[in-house]
């Protein structure tokens, strides 16, 4: 069973909007934060966004008002609604939740390609 599973990404044209959803399974319980970080080709991860059971929320400056993370406690499902996409905003996204003080899980990743 893969704990995290992302869906959501695509192609969209500058301007479009995407959202992102991160599945989590099996390790639902002492999750301490969650959150979205993204990858593009040559460069190093990136945080884009988090967000703690109690809905704490902090964002990349690059990204704020542009982007929202949210969590449905009840559906163990984390989101990134991603508007206002610039070609920059390229990349792979991945899904991460630390559990207590050393669990880390990461995503497959899911491709977002932002076309100009």
């Known amino acids: 069973q893969v704990p995290l599973v992302e869906s959501g990404g695509g192609l969209v044209q500058a301007g479009g909007s995407l959202r992102l959803s991160c599945a989590i399974s099996?390790?639902?319980?002492?999750?301490?934060?969650m959150g979205w970080y993204r990858q593009a080709p040559g460069k190093q991860r990136e945080l884009v966004a988090t967000?703690?059971?109690?809905?704490?929320?902090n964002y990349a400056d690059s990204v704020k008002g542009r982007f929202t993370i949210s969590s449905d406690n009840a559906k163990n499902t984390v989101y990134l609604q991603m508007n206002s996409l610039e070609p920059e905003d390229t990349a792979v996204y991945l899904c991460?939740?630390?559990?207590?003080?050393?669990?880390?899980?990461w995503g497959q990743g899911t491709q977002v390609t932002v076309s100009s």
């Open positions: 967000i703690t059971p109690g809905g704490d929320t």
């Open positions: 991460n939740v630390v559990r207590g003080y050393s669990d880390v899980y």
């Open positions: 099996g390790i639902s319980f002492k999750i301490r934060v």
